[in-house]
């Protein structure tokens, strides 16, 4: 999810020293990784360099843009579907965040339309909102079936 938010440039530089932090904790050692956890998050330069830096240390690839926005896609359909945020800020959240930035994500087209028809049509919000989970299920289950 961070090298998503990095590549779809949702990632404030800022967040890099407590992102590495946090990652140490977690297990993860490298480094770049310790010396971008005691970096000061003033100094954006450094800290970018040392976040690009732990990435290779540690392995990790970073995805291509469209599978960037598909897993933030997959998460605010996963946070709908928990209940933690509503259908329509999840629709309006995919469309905003991830549509408008990469439209050839075509499967995500539907989140478009039932957002906007949410917003017009007040008498229909219920119908709407369950057209958006049945979407968010759907989308979450395409993500089940490429693991498989």
Not at 12 to 29: M, Q, S, T
Not at 117 to 140: F, T, W
């Amino acid at each position: 999810m961070i090298l998503a938010r990095h590549v779809l440039g949702f990632l404030a530089v800022e967040e890099l020293p407590r992102i590495a932090l946090d990652a140490i904790l977690a297990g993860y050692d490298s480094p770049s990784l310790r010396q971008l956890a005691g970096t000061s998050e003033h100094d954006k330069e450094e800290a970018n360099r040392l976040f690009a830096k732990s990435i290779r240390e540690l392995g990790f690839q970073v995805p291509p843009a469209s599978e960037a926005g598909l897993t933030l896609a997959r998460n605010t359909a996963r946070e709908v579907l928990s209940g933690a945020i509503t259908p329509y800020d999840g629709a309006k959240l995919i469309w905003d965040r991830v549509y408008t930035r990469l439209p050839e994500l075509k499967q995500l087209r539907l989140f478009v339309g039932l957002a906007s028809e949410y917003e017009d049509d007040i008498k229909h919000r219920g119908e709407y909102d369950r057209q958006i989970i049945e979407e968010c299920r759907s989308l979450v289950g395409q993500e089940m079936k490429k693991e498989i």
